[in-house]
């Protein structure tokens, strides 16, 4: 790492171990008696566990504190979580509702701050400077996606294209007009837009892109392939969640071994997501963070419900913030089929190792016979799409092979023509929940 970025701006990145645990300490207590003081929700729930914010006297005493959900934002929605008053609050957003009726996030003008001061270290450690033109494509608004990339761009230097999502055709003759060299959107959209690029005659690897930053959805290490190679750029992950801050909260950097978390701000557990226990470094589970800094809407302990690992062995990068690993899943996006636990994103690791099958999938969740059915319909990719019956069964054949290795499950796959999915400008759809409710 370039010693003038490291001091210009991510000095905090490759804080000493120690320090860097003072610190923590210092802003979970601050942060503790701020939620205690200011929230009747977080005081109640305290108090009954008997709990004063001056019992935080290690970092190890966070495990004393309680866990705090999403069902909580919503039962005091709007603002009943907020630690300062309106006058205060300079922002407002709203998660995307992906799991249903969305909830509101707030700001102060600091915890702007926080956000596009993490989110500039992130684009600085893919890379990204003050001599980049950033297009940002995720969605403006009340998601944070867009505002979140946009100020950090800023904060970085760099020049901010903000496009927001939609109209396809005109991203990419901004792309090209403009030379482009960084794009944050999500994974799926940026697939779309080399489709796009590609029916318009532009080939999106003569472009000068080189970095993009992809997040708000998982994505497999098959997709990471099909983006970089079909753009020429390098993909980097980026995690985030509404509730804690945006997106900003962990990204990779050069060495692509998971996302640095930026602990100095969102302090992470993972633990056992049925019995609650705070399970050690390396172990899967879920992931709970606390915001060490962020004053009107403080979370303590969320379960964020996204399953990972903490890594904690050193990044060769040099960084001393930890990483988690690549969000393997969402908790809530698992279905049963036939008694054995699916994710989507299994399903999407395992057909992109069939040779061409492209990352645009459904996965149709039906009753046949009372039974749940699962079928896969999966799109090809020009180049394998062929008129000989034999060669698309052997292929479909493949792939049904490739996610019976995974899952363990034989299940039903239908190849569709290239273009046929729909694509989304957001967050992808992957999932049609087809089946009748028992009960
Ligand atoms: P919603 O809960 O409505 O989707 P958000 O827009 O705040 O609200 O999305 C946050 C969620 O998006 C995270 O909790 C996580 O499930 C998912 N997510 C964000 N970034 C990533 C990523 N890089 N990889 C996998 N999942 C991600
Ligand atoms: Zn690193």
């Not at 970085?156 to 944050?184: E, H, I, K, Y």
């Not at 509404?242 to 990779?252: K, L, Q, R, T």
């Not at 992109?352 to 090809?380: F, K, Q, R, S």
Request: overall charge negative; proline content about 4%.
């Amino acid at each position: 790492m370039n010693n003038e970025i490291k001091e210009c701006c991510c000095a905090s990145d490759f804080m000493p171990v120690e320090k860097l645990r003072e610190l923590q300490l210092m802003r979970l207590q601050k942060i503790v008696a701020h939620a205690y003081n200011n929230v009747e929700f977080f005081r109640n729930r305290m108090n009954e566990k008997n709990l004063k914010p001056s019992d935080i006297e290690t970092l190890a005493d966070i495990s004393k504190l309680p866990f705090s959900k999403k069902v909580d934002l919503r039962d005091t929605y709007p603002f009943g979580l907020c630690a300062v008053p309106m006058s205060e609050v300079v922002r407002l957003h709203a998660s995307s509702g992906t799991t249903g009726k969305p909830i509101v996030v707030a700001y102060t003008k600091e915890d702007l701050d926080v956000w596009a001061e993490v989110m500039k270290r992130g684009l600085a450690g893919a890379g990204l400077s003050k001599n980049d033109i950033i297009q940002v494509a995720y969605g403006y608004g009340l998601f944070t996606g867009g505002l979140g990339a946009h100020c950090g761009s800023e904060a970085l230097g760099a020049t901010v294209v903000p496009a927001s999502v939609g109209n396809t055709q005109r991203q990419v003759m901004l792309m090209r007009d403009f030379g482009v060299t960084g794009v944050c959107c999500t994974p799926s959209y940026f697939l779309h837009l080399i489709e796009q690029a590609a029916q318009s005659g532009i080939d999106m690897r003569e472009l000068p892109i080189r970095v993009g930053i992809f997040g708000a959805e998982p994505w497999s290490q098959g997709m990471r392939e099909q983006l970089e190679k079909g753009a020429g750029i390098e993909a980097f992950d980026i995690y985030g969640l509404s509730e804690i801050i945006g997106p900003g909260v962990a990204i990779e950097c050069t060495e692509h071994s998971g996302m640095h978390v930026f602990e100095d701000h969102f302090y992470p557990e993972i633990i056992d997501p049925d019995t609650g226990e705070v399970l050690p470094d390396g172990e899967f589970g879920e992931l709970v963070l606390t915001t060490l800094s962020k004053y009107a809407m403080p979370m303590i302990r969320y379960r964020t419900r996204d399953l990972t690992r903490i890594i904690a062995e050193p990044c060769k990068c040099g960084r001393t913030i930890r990483r988690i690993d690549r969000i393997s899943a969402r908790s809530d996006d698992m279905f049963i089929i036939r008694g054995v636990n699916v994710f989507p994103s299994q399903i999407e690791s395992a057909l992109l190792t069939v040779p061409g099958v492209t990352a645009n999938y459904l996965i149709i969740l039906t009753t046949e016979n009372g039974m749940d059915n699962i079928e896969v319909d999966v799109e090809i990719s020009q180049e394998a799409f062929s008129d000989q019956v034999k060669i698309l069964e052997s292929l479909q054949k493949n792939i049904s092979k490739a996610i019976e290795s995974v899952i363990g499950l034989r299940i039903k796959v239908k190849l569709v023509a290239p273009q046929t999915i729909a694509r989304s400008e957001g967050k992808a759809k992957r999932v049609i929940d087809k089946r009748t409710q028992i009960g």
